[in-house]
Structure formats: C-alpha cells, structure tokens
C-alpha cells in the first residue's frame, strides 16, 4: 500500500481534459514539494511537474500541477493518445526519516 | 544534460545478491545537493524507491528493503551502485537509477535494466 494515494485509472476522449489526484498527509504533501510523472512501460519515467506546479523545459502547457494543504493534483488538457501513460506522484516524507515516497500509479487511458 | 546508465546481471539466483551500477555523466555525484537514488518497478506494480546516497555520502533506504539494502558510490569513477542481499522472486524488477532532490523531485532517471531472480 502506497504513502500517496491515486485513483488506479482514468479515462477521457481526446481534446478531453483530465485530473488526476494524489492524497497524502502533513509528514509528505503538506510540506514538501509534488513532481509528477509520465511513465510509458520500458522506458524510464519522465518528470512532468516539479515544485507542485512547474513543468521544466520542454513539457507543454497542457500539463498543469496544483497543490492545496496534503492533496496534489495533475491536470491534462487537451488529450492525446500519445498521453497514455502510467502516472505518478511523488514527494519526500519525513514521518521518521527523510524517505522519498511515490503513489500508486494512475493508469491514463485515452478513449 | 545529465544521463544516467545502469548495468549489472539481469539475472540473480535466489538468496544471492543483486548488484547494479549506475553511471553518472555530464554530471557530478560530488555535486551538492542531490540524492543518487534507486528505485525499481515489479511486474505489474508501481514504483517503489529503494534508497539514495547523497553527495557526502549519507545514505538512507526504504525501512521495507532497509535490512537488504546497501548503496554507495565510487566518486572516481563518477558511479553510485546497489547491493540486494537475499533476493528472491519478488525482487523481480526494472531497476532504474535516477538524481533526485527537494526542489526537482527526480528530474534526471536511467533507462532501467530488468533483473530477474530465478534458479
């Protein structure tokens, strides 16, 4: 069972928007920083949002990240099938020690 | 840009011990502020962080593999590795290697290598 909660699936047609959630508590989200991630099996991961809502260079502006208290959120907007992916979120949690703590995936299927 | 490359077996008996490295270049595992991480992702399963080593050589690893896990790193050769003691089936996994830190997250990552732990 994972420290961040996701909702295992998503669906939306293309040109569709989607969210994506991420729950945690005030040792991991509430006080650290949210990235996000793209995952397309065999390949590596690819970072989509670090600093809660800030996608580095090269990520479109169709990707969005939000945070509010111990939630995170992944917005996607105008979806392609090239966006199906797994996604995860991921954040530092100092509960004992300073662990790095992902959620459980979300599946993005784009209908 | 930094690029990360893992290598080692990609096949492991069970009870023996898993051993990988991760090659860092364009890019330094001196530099401050960044923790050389592991993470691996099981067969239909998501992905889970093994541990990292932070540039001074401070370690510290998920408390689940804790008691398996050792990670350290060879500043010579600009390289951090893993060792997984007592393996077994369930330690079936892509393993990437990736650079991590408070403020980017994990922004750099291998293009991870499968290690399977089979007789």
């Known amino acids: 069972q994972s420290v961040l909660t996701q909702p295992p699936s998503v669906s939306a047609a293309p040109g569709q928007k989607v969210t994506i959630s991420c729950s945690g508590s005030s040792s991991n989200i509430e006080n650290n920083y949210v990235s996000w991630y793209q995952h397309v099996p065999g390949t590596a991961p690819k970072l989509l949002i670090y600093?809660?809502?800030k996608r580095p260079s090269g990520i479109p502006d169709r990707f969005s990240g939000s945070k509010s208290g111990t939630s995170a959120t992944l917005g996607i907007t105008g979806l392609q099938t090239g966006d199906e992916a797994d996604y995860y979120c991921g954040t530092w949690d100092s509960s004992l020690t300073v662990n790095w703590v992902f959620g459980g995936g979300t599946k993005l299927t784009v209908l | 840009q930094v690029q990360l490359q893992e290598s080692g077996p990609g096949l492991v008996k069970p009870s023996e011990t898993l051993s990988l490295t991760c090659a860092v270049s364009?890019?330094?595992?001196?530099?401050?502020?960044?923790?050389w991480s592991w993470i691996r992702q099981s067969p239909g399963k998501g992905l889970e962080w093994i541990g990292y080593i932070y540039y001074s050589g401070n370690t510290n690893y998920n408390p689940s593999l804790k008691s398996r896990v050792t990670i350290s790193v060879d500043t010579s050769k600009n390289q951090f590795s893993l060792r997984l003691s007592s393996v077994t089936a369930a330690d079936t996994a892509v393993y990437y290697c990736?650079?991590?830190?408070?403020?980017?997250?994990?922004?750099?990552w291998g293009q991870g290598t499968l290690v399977t732990v089979s007789s």
């Open positions: 364009d890019g330094s595992v001196s530099s401050g502020g960044y923790y």
């Open positions: 990736a650079r991590g830190s408070f403020r980017f997250g994990a922004d750099y």
């Open positions: 600093e809660n809502n």
